[in-house]
């Protein structure tokens, strides 16, 4: 079975400073993951996603996620954080497959907090 | 503009009555899915569905029904079976044609789900 770990449940960070989201994973041969955002009161938003090739995802919103086989993570960064960053992040996994729309595993959500 | 609708945004059960929680998408897409969100876990899938009039059931679908009538719409009955439903319900959709499985979930913006 597959898993998904964020053990931080509170990220704190100054604006301006870099941040950094942390996930690792677990899962039977390559991984398809996931980093998702989601507001209060609102759905998730899809970030970026890593499915094969190089291990630095850029995504939406200057965020980007560093893929590492070895260690099986993949942490959530920017350089410069946003006031408006502050949000509740979900990493994801789901096993290379033949398409089965099943298999998708959230992490239990960090929640990010930028201090102007 | 394409997206996943849910409806009502705040939702209200009296003891032993079952509500239905409805999800539109004009996506296009050809799986949807229910998770529900409690503080503290992540998301968990209650149901899922690849096409129309079939569904399978996820973690946690005791107390919960489905019908997939319609490519577009996927809604949820939460049953007086269920004992403790109050929790914030999310639908998603999202392609799943073989070896599409990389493709992100898309989701609406939630039902909350409160008992009187």
């Known amino acids: 079975a597959q898993s998904v770990a964020q053990p931080e449940d509170q990220v704190n960070v100054a604006e301006g400073n870099p941040l950094t989201v942390k996930c690792t994973y677990s899962v039977s041969g390559n991984p398809y993951l996931f980093w998702y955002v989601q507001y209060p009161n609102r759905g998730l938003q899809f970030l970026l996603k890593y499915i094969t090739g190089d291990n630095l995802v850029k995504g939406s919103y200057g965020f980007e996620a560093e893929f590492n086989k070895s260690q099986t993570s993949f942490h959530l960064k920017k350089p410069s954080a946003l006031v408006s960053d502050s949000a509740l992040y979900f990493c994801a996994v789901s096993p290379f497959s033949s398409g089965s729309a099943r298999q998708l595993t959230f992490g239990s959500g960090t929640q990010l907090t930028v201090l102007p | 503009d394409g997206g996943i609708t849910q409806s009502p945004k705040y939702l209200f059960r009296k003891e032993g009555q079952n509500v239905t929680l409805s999800c539109e998408q004009n996506l296009n897409h050809d799986a949807m899915y229910w998770y529900r969100q409690d503080p503290g876990q992540g998301l968990r899938l209650i149901y899922y569905?690849?096409?129309?009039?079939?569904?399978q059931k996820g973690d946690i679908a005791e107390g919960y029904s489905v019908s997939r009538e319609k490519k577009e719409s996927f809604p949820l009955t939460v049953t007086s079976a269920q004992k403790n439903p109050t929790a914030f319900y999310l639908c998603a959709s999202s392609i799943a044609r073989t070896g599409r499985s990389n493709q992100p979930q898309h989701f609406g913006d939630g039902t909350r789900l409160s008992i009187l």
């Open positions: 569905s690849q096409i129309v009039n079939d569904f």
